[in-house]
């Protein structure tokens, strides 16, 4: 058996032995490290049936959640939580509380992101496994990306040293290419190529056994041995050659002497095998691999089909002329064998394993294009397809040529006469006739977009669209987009704008450069509308194209000092809302929103000011409040300023600021905090504010009553909260209350004690000392929460720089229960400050001195001897004196003490007729 090595391998079976750990399987490209992993994970379920084993393996030509980290956590979390119950409660109980706050998950109201999903698994692998013991498998790690994998690898040591001190029993088995990604020889390792000798010695032979003469057959072996340097790729191709030739009758001479000239690297063996193309089929081969490479996902057999038939330079309109062409091929079969000859056997298909089928009984989309090798599509992209002529088309570079090839046939096919002819059938009838149309629709304004980021003009986007306003084309067009994407997920709204202008069309696209054009030549169209009220500035704004918002609004501003309209905002003072001569630029859409309104939900700085700066209505509605909001949420200092200076009701802003979670001193948001207090901002909690759910910084799983401040009422109470001494000391200068109260009577200083932020405590005695003694509804105050929590060193701070009242009972009471737990420290400061009664006595009359004797604490029984102000004969209702509760508990040190002061009556005898000297016998 091939790989059967790896597991007698001495560090692999270490690694299997422990609890942790990381091992890495490196290797050069095709030198079979995903067999490998296959094989061991298939025999590490065998070997251990009780073990959890799961695996990941990364795939560069794949979807994007197959090839990012993202895609990695998700996969893993998925196979991992339905063993771990309690940490799939409380991923369950995080997802329903978005969907109360956000929306549907389904509807793209918000996303999972890497951070809290890695969280999760760190969490899950290093505490949760210690008892149900994890083995995981990831392969082809560098095919994530470079600065992926370094992150990754980083991650899983990060996991395996927080294991083993929680004792988690978690191992990961990692491949990826020989490269230095971090320090990897700290890590137990496999080079594939060094030992996979004998399993490529048996594979060969196995591809070369119908070779005749033997003879003959065992040179060609020794040859193709003598050159693999450990590459299964590299022996698969040759003997694949070897072998076809075989077949067609080439003498067994002849392939030994071409073998002996064959390239030694995969590079340039691929190089080889692309050499042999004619110019002819060249066009027809570099389409194919534009295709594969730059899809957004692997394409069907129907698809890639009806893809390589349809061209960007097209002028086929019928899929009968489409089926005409050279490519064509009637049956999917034929289209197979087509493929693997243009490519040269570089591109190969492969079952999926989930599809869907368009109609009952119809043709299963089940087969896909892919690359025979990662490595090919490193050769494709760093060399083949960089020294390709386009002709008269000049492409920045390689990818930007296959975005424009793609998203313009996808443009040609979706106006096909046929397909745009069934623009009222079922979405599956539609699908399954012409199985293009749903990638087209899905994918091409992303196509779209990655041309526009290459930096290539997009002047021909109308002309291949065949875009006229209120044609019968654009009305089919309308109809086909609505069948397959009936909510707009992937597609702008109003899309193709049969109602519009160009403008519209070309600014929901997202091609800023086709934009600039048209605005070259005509400025009549910026302020017209859709069928939905929308100009083509809110499209853009709400697409999030900020470039091309941008420029519409430069143009808008153009205009207006033109026309000599201009109100420009310059923050002197607020401006009339501004209605230039192109229509009025505050102009609300079918659904009540102006250009501004998206904005500010979108949350586009950029074109938030420059819609102030070209005069948009602050006031309007509910606007104020969320102006100000996303000036605070995004530290945007200016746009904050430009609120003030308009005098926006800025009541509530300064609580909605310190609603962001903040943990650490933020000087940004100390300056705004800051200039909304000199602009008479009131602290108070605001029922307008509603908190953005995505704030930065914004942690679902701390505290809302110690963190978020659910009982507070004010800024103050926050910032003392968390500990945020700057704002502190900014409100206390302001005139805030010190010792107000929210509704369960807990003051600033108390919950500032409760998180142990000393400075916010100091900051708040020095503003009102006497906030010591304020009493929380059950009876706290910062000073018992301090010596409750074990602060001993803020009880301090607090006994010494607080101010007491004589007749403080909390303080009395609060003695007592020092001097029965021997708080050493802190008594001397009480007795220091001459605030409270030492020889006071309790409920059995019983004073401090009594206590601290019963219970042996010499430190204590000294310190209230040196007061001068304790009766050192005191009885309690048991008629027990000072000595008498120590000689009885054999406090020989206390009774010493007592006895050195003289003043002690050593024969006194209690309600039972004891006496010191009795106990002490």
């Known amino acids: 058996n091939t790989c059967d090595w790896l597991l007698r391998d001495a560090q692999y079976r270490a690694w299997t032995s422990r609890p942790q750990g990381l091992f890495w399987v490196k290797g050069n490209p095709g030198t079979g490290k995903s067999v ?33 980290p993202l895609g990695l956590f998700r996969a893993l979390l998925n196979l991992l939580l339905e063993h771990f119950l309690e940490y799939l409660e409380q991923l369950t109980a995080k997802f329903e509380d978005r969907e109360k706050r956000h929306g549907a998950y389904t509807a793209d109201r918000w996303k999972w992101t890497d951070k809290e999903l890695q969280e999760i698994l760190f969490s899950l692998l290093t505490r949760g496994t210690h008892h149900r013991p994890t083995i995981i498998f990831v392969d082809a790690l ?55 000798d004998r399993d490529i010695r048996w594979y060969t032979r196995e591809r070369l056994k119908e070779i005749q003469p033997k003879l003959k057959r065992e040179q060609i072996e020794e040859e193709v041995l003598s050159k693999a340097g450990g590459g299964f790729q590299w022996v698969f191709l040759v003997t694949e050659t070897i072998t076809e030739k075989n077949l067609k009758g080439t003498k067994a001479e002849r392939l030994l002497e071409e073998l002996r000239t064959c390239p030694q690297t995969l590079g340039e063996l691929y190089a080889a095998i692309l050499a042999s193309v004619q110019e002819t089929e060249q066009h027809h081969m570099v389409k194919l691999f534009q295709w594969v490479i730059f899809a957004e996902r692997p394409l069907s057999a129907q698809e890639l089909r009806s893809a390589l038939a349809i061209d960007q330079d097209s002028g086929c309109t019928s899929i009968s002329k489409l089926r005409a062409h050279e490519g064509w091929a009637d049956t999917l079969d034929d289209f197979e064998r087509y493929v693997k000859d243009i490519s040269k056997g570089l591109v190969h298909f492969q079952s999926r394993d989930i599809w869907e089928q368009y109609v009952p009984g119809g043709e299963d989309s089940d087969r896909e294009a892919q690359l025979i090798h990662q490595s090919v599509a490193d050769f494709l992209m760093n060399s083949f397809l960089s020294n390709i002529d386009h002709g008269q088309d000049v492409f920045p570079s390689h990818a930007a040529a296959g ?48 041309v526009e980021k290459e930096g290539i003009i997009q002047s021909d986007l109308l002309s291949i669209l065949q875009w006229t306003p209120k044609s019968a084309i654009m009305r089919k067009l309308e109809g086909v987009w609505r069948t397959l994407d009936p909510n707009s997920a992937h597609t702008p709204q109003g899309w193709p704008f049969v109602e519009a202008t160009a403008l519209h069309v070309l600014a929901a696209s997202g091609s800023k450069s086709a934009v600039d054009l048209t605005l070259k030549t005509n400025y009549d169209e910026v302020d017209s509308t859709d069928s939905d009220g929308n100009t083509p500035l809110m499209l853009a704004i709400r697409e999030d194209y900020q470039e091309i918002a941008l420029s519409l609004l430069d143009v808008l501003l153009k205009q207006q000092s033109q026309s000599g309209t201009n109100h420009i905002t310059d923050g002197s003072s607020a401006k009339k809302p501004l209605e230039n001569t192109h229509g009025d630029l505050n102009s609300r859409n079918n659904d ?67 609603g962001d979670r903040l943990s650490q001193r933020d000087s940004v948001l100390e300056e705004m905090v800051s200039e909304l207090l000199k602009a008479g901002a009131d602290i108070a909690r605001s029922s307008k504010y509603n908190r953005s759910p995505e704030l930065e910084n914004y942690d679902e799983d701390e505290s809302d009553d110690e963190i978020h401040g659910t009982h507070d009422d004010d800024a103050l109470f926050l910032a003392s909260r968390r500990g945020l001494v700057g704002v502190v000391d900014l409100l206390l200068s302001h005139n805030a209350l010190a010792t107000r109260q929210n509704y369960l009577g807990e003051c600033p200083i108390l919950v500032a004690t409760e998180g142990g932020h000393v400075e916010t405590v100091q900051s708040l005695l020095r503003k009102e000392p006497s906030s010591v003694e304020i009493e929380d509804s059950e009876g706290r105050t910062a000073l018992t929460v301090a010596i409750e929590r074990d602060q001993l060193g803020l009880a301090k701070l607090l006994l010494r720089e607080g101010s007491f009242s004589n007749s ?27 605030v409270i009664n030492p020889d006071d006595t309790d409920d059995n009359v019983q004073t401090p001195l009594s206590k601290a004797a019963e219970n042996g604490q010499e430190a204590v029984v000294k310190l209230l001897l040196d007061t001068g102000q304790v009766d050192v004969d005191s009885k309690n209702k048991d008629e027990r004196t000072p000595l008498l509760y120590a000689a009885r508990n054999g406090h020989e040190a206390v009774v010493k003490l007592l006895l050195d002061t003289g003043r002690v009556e050593v024969n006194s005898r209690d309600n039972y007729e004891r006496t010191p000297l009795f106990w002490a016998a």
């Open 36 to 68: 490998l992993i296959k094989h061991a994970l298939e025999s590490m379920r065998k070997q251990i049936p009780s073990d959890l084993v799961i695996s990941f393996f990364f795939h560069g030509q794949g979807v994007e959640l197959q090839k990012t």
């Open 142 to 196: 560098d095919e994530c990306g470079e600065a992926a994998a370094k992150s990754l690898l980083k991650y899983f040591k990060d996991v395996m040293n927080k294991a083993e001190h929680e004792n988690g029993r978690v191992r990961v088995c990692l491949s990826s290419r020989n490269y230095p990604i971090l320090d990897l020889d700290t890590i137990p390792a496999v080079l594939v190529e060094e030992r996979n």
């Open 403 to 450: 975005h424009f090839q793609i998203s313009r046939s996808c443009l040609r096919y979706l106006t096909l006469d046929e397909v745009l002819g069934g623009a009222q059938l079922p979405r599956g009838i539609l699908s399954s006739r012409f199985p293009l149309a749903p990638y087209a629709v899905r994918f091409l304004f992303e196509h779209i977009q990655k």
């Open 592 to 658: 009540g929103d102006t250009a501004l309104d998206i904005a500010l939900e979108q949350r586009a700085g950029e074109v938030i000011l420059k819609l102030i700066e070209a005069g948009a209505d602050l006031k309007y509605l509910g606007r104020e409040t969320a102006l100000v909001s996303y000036a605070i949420s995004s530290r945007n200092t200016k746009l904050l300023s430009i609120s003030i200076e308009n005098k926006l009701d800025l009541d509530g802003a300064v609580f909605f600021a310190l």
């Open 808 to 834: 403080g009972q909390f303080l009395q009471e609060l003695f007592y229960s020092l001097v029965e737990d021997g708080v050493t420290d802190v008594i001397e400061i009480i007795l220091q400050k001459k």
